[in-house]
Structures are given as C-alpha cells and as structure tokens.
C-alpha cells in the first residue's frame, strides 16, 4: 500500500501528527518530552511558528497550527523534530531512526470542526487511559492555558482567539473548559481518524475547495462524507506507515 502524500495550501489551520519509529515509546520520560517543547519553541521564535493547540504523548505528537507564511511549518518540523531525534540518540548511544518516516498533516476548516479538533487533541492521554481529565497531562496546550506562567507560553493565544471567533482569554477557558467536559460526558473515547487521517477536514464547500486549490486532477485523492463531515482523502493510501 503506497504512503499518503504530503499536501499544504497557505493560510490554513493544519493538524500535525507523527509517531515515533514503530510506536516505540521513546518519549515516555517527561525530560525527552519537555526537550520536544524546548524545540518548539525555538521554532516559534525562530520562524514565528503559530501554535494554537499541542500534545506530546508517550509515542507521539500532535500539533495544531495555523500558517503564517515563510515556510514556517515546515522549516519549524525540520528543526524540532531533527534536534530531538538527534539529542536523544546521543544521550542514549543510540543509532537509528527517531521518528517514523515523515508527520502526516491535515488541514481544519476554521469553523466548528476547530473546536472539535482543539477538544480531540486535548483528550489524547485521556482516550489512553493514563489521565482522567486533560489538565492532568503537562505537555499540553491545554495545561498550559490554563496555567498561570508568564514565560515560555508555546500557545498564540491571541490567533488561537481570533480564528475562533472569541474575545478574551477568559472567554477561551470557559469555552475550552465547556468543550472538554461536555465531550468526557458524552462523546467515545475512541480514536477517530478524520482528524488525523486525509488531506482536508470540513464542510463540503470547504472541502471541494481546499481539492479545487490544491487542483490535484480526477486521480487525486476524493471527497467523502463521514458521519456529517467531509473529508477529502487518498483512496488505498496509508496514512500510518
């Protein structure tokens, strides 16, 4: 089965996921895990990389962001994920691949399937059963918004609001907070690929265009409803090698 293609339209909110090499839990220990963070925000600093939401689990990551121009996000991937693999076959005397092939990244419409997504990340840790709320995971968007710290903040708060139509921090929490409880009492906590398998997330207008802009031709991948939403996706392409 080929691998998905890696497609990128500018302007747009893409969610970011890559495991490590065959799943191996190489960042398991909080120290490998806040070197990831390190990085990242070196790459916001260096490349102006606009973080909206982040996890970093046992054997993976998820990253949401929204492009900003300048090949931020790719040049931003390359440092953070090249700096961590290489600092930690070095500590470890280790030889060998880090991650597993290359970060798979699917684009959001900036509607209500953001929130949805911003609340499935959030959940990560909490749909593998080793915390009970989001907050009790530290390598987090969400622990860190609702964190007191002044410094060090990975989140762009202020687009994070802008895209999603909210007018204060405190308006964010609350809307943030709602989300989460509400899907813990009444969504599965199961793994639900759209988000994170695929070229473009959305309503069907949105992603029609998305395919129309990346103008891919009749063998390029299609558009399918799922459950309500539309996706657009490469048929008979492996989205997890």
């Not at 490998?32 to 790459?43: G, I, T, Y």
């Not at 060998?96 to 900036?110: K, L, N, Q, S």
């Not at 509607?111 to 997504?117: I, Q, T, V």
């Not at 969400?142 to 308006?171: C, H, M, P, V, W």
């Amino acid at each position: 089965m080929p691998r998905a293609n890696r497609y990128f339209l500018p302007g747009h909110v893409w969610h970011i996921t890559h495991r490590c090499h065959q799943k191996e839990f190489l960042l398991k220990f909080a120290k490998d895990r806040n070197r990831w963070l390190f990085w990242l925000f070196e790459a916001k600093k260096r490349y102006g990389l606009c973080i909206l939401n982040y996890v970093v689990t046992s054997n993976h990551i998820h990253l949401l962001v929204k492009d900003s121009g300048n090949n931020a996000i790719v040049r931003s991937m390359q440092l953070v994920e090249g700096r961590v693999a290489q600092e930690y076959n070095q500590r470890k005397k280790r030889k060998g691949a880090f991650w597993e092939d290359r970060y798979h990244a699917t684009v959001i419409a900036a509607d209500e399937h953001l929130s949805r997504c911003l609340t499935y990340i959030d959940l990560n840790m909490v749909r593998a059963g080793v915390v009970e709320h989001p907050m009790d995971w530290d390598a987090s968007g969400y622990a860190e918004l609702f964190s007191s710290r002044q410094r060090y903040n990975l989140i762009d708060r202020k687009s994070l609001q802008k895209t999603l139509g909210i007018d204060n921090l405190e308006q964010l929490r609350a809307e943030r907070l709602l989300w989460v409880e509400d899907a813990l009492r009444t969504s599965s906590m199961n793994r639900d690929s759209r988000w994170s398998e695929g070229v473009a997330v959305g309503r069907e207008s949105f992603v029609k265009k998305v395919k129309a802009d990346l103008e891919v031709g009749p063998h390029g991948p299609k558009v399918r409803c799922c459950d309500g939403d539309f996706i657009l996706k490469e048929e008979g392409a492996s989205y997890n090698p």
